[in-house]
């Protein structure tokens, strides 16, 4: 084991939310850091749809970072709504957030990546940067390579790089696999005014139309835009023989799967803007441990990649805070990541246990019944006043 140095120096792979809340809290108790990031810019790709952050795990974070105040602020409450439907657009279930609930407000993911890389000092972040490996050194360092095949050293190489992490081979063997479902992802924009029937079923936060192995999920982000995800258990070719940018074709395959559902839930499919984008599900093994190496290690999905069961992005900010707090905290590096990873890992094979079971539930491997959604994982268990069923 090595004395870490007075200054250390940290590298984070990957600018997600879990290695930006990282950078951020090692900033703010002084501790220099840079972050190397592939995409070229901050405004590359789309970020995506909206989260809903935790009191208990997000929220944590973020008062770590010293940015709670303004996440609050940012965020939408009302985005708490929740509705269940059956494929005959009965609705079975409507939930909605109590007045000053503030246990899961959402966000739209890039409004939060903007909130915490504003936070961080200019030039943390270097943009195009794709880490192509790390290897660990002797005397607790660890070597990283960049894309151009630089080398270079650190005392801590943290991989916040997501589901494909290039840092995770330097810890495990372990490699993501397809978790039998897919979710097709199209939106609409301006609801209100151009897709009334669209709005009405969203209400102002999320609905499930829920039909043995299969559902449709609408979001509602800001602005009036709202996020779709055709979600279904099939063999991860479901699209053999079409060409996914063929948004007819693509439309075709999926109305032939959803036969038999209400029309104004079929306009799903049918009315949406722009094209779709395809997003099998994959996952790490449970558990997916690793033996401690020192000078490096993971947080995030690149550390426990899990189903969509509205954990992943909370985790990887409770994951990034907790890292930076240990390092902060430690007089070594090697240190840091025992007090870090002790209570990461436990925590992440109770929550991919979880997220599992919720996905067999949700999606079981049979066509038959209708919109079965177990009590026990009603995702908005927290909101208070909830409602009994309406029907109509
Ligand atoms: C459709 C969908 C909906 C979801 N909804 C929710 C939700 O409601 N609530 C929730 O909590 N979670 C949700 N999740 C899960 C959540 O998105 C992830 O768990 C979360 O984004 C993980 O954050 P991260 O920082 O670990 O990784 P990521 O967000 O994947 O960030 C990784 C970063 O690393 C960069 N990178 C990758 N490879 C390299 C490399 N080699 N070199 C340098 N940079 C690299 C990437 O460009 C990216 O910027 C959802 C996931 C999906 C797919």
Request: hydrophobic letters at 40%.
């Amino acid at each position: 084991m090595s004395p870490t140095p007075r200054t250390p120096r940290i590298a984070i792979a990957g600018a997600g939310l879990g290695g930006l809340v990282c950078a951020r809290v090692l900033q703010l108790h002084g501790v220099p850091v840079t972050v190397f990031e592939r995409e070229a810019t901050p405004e590359s790709r789309s970020q995506g749809g909206t989260l809903d952050i935790h009191q208990d795990t997000g929220q944590v974070a973020l008062r770590a970072a010293g940015l709670l105040d303004q996440f609050l602020g940012l965020s939408r409450p009302d985005g708490q709504e929740w509705r269940l439907y059956d494929r005959h657009a009965t609705l079975l279930r409507h939930d909605r957030a109590g007045k000053g609930d503030l246990s899961r407000p959402e966000i739209d993911r890039g409004r939060l990546r903007t909130l915490l890389l504003d936070s961080l000092t200019p030039g943390t972040v270097r943009w195009g940067h794709c880490v192509r490996a790390v290897t660990p050194l002797p005397h607790g360092m660890a070597r990283l390579h960049h894309h151009d095949r630089a080398v270079e050293d650190f005392d801590l190489v943290v991989g916040a790089d997501g589901a494909w992490s290039r840092v995770r081979p330097a810890l495990s063997d372990a490699q993501p696999s397809y978790a039998g479902v897919t979710m097709v992802e199209t939106h609409f924009d301006d609801v209100d005014h151009r897709h009334p029937g669209i709005a009405r079923l969203v209400g102002g936060g999320t609905m499930s139309a829920k039909a043995g192995r299969r559902s449709l999920v609408l979001q509602r982000n800001s602005n009036g835009h709202v996020r779709a995800y055709i979600t279904f258990r099939g063999p991860h070719d479901w699209d053999a023989g079409i060409d996914l940018a063929d948004t007819e074709a693509v439309r075709a395959r999926l109305l032939s799967q959803y036969q038999g559902w209400d029309e104004s839930l079929l306009d799903i499919l049918r009315d949406n803007e722009g094209g779709f984008i395809n997003r099998p599900m994959f996952v790490l093994p449970v558990p997916h441990t690793w033996q401690r190496v020192p000078g490096v290690t993971l947080l995030g999905d690149a550390a426990h990649l899990m189903p969509p069961a509205g954990v992943g992005a909370n985790l990887a900010l409770l994951d990034g805070a907790e890292l930076a707090r240990a390092v902060v905290d430690h007089p070594t590096i090697d240190e840091a990541l025992e007090a870090y990873e002790s209570v990461m890992l436990p925590r992440a094979v109770d929550n991919a246990r979880t997220a599992q079971r919720m996905l067999t539930a949700l999606m079981p491997d049979t066509d038959s019944g209708d919109a079965a959604f177990p009590d026990a994982l009603w995702p908005a268990g927290a909101l208070s006043d909830a409602r009994p069923a309406h029907t109509g």
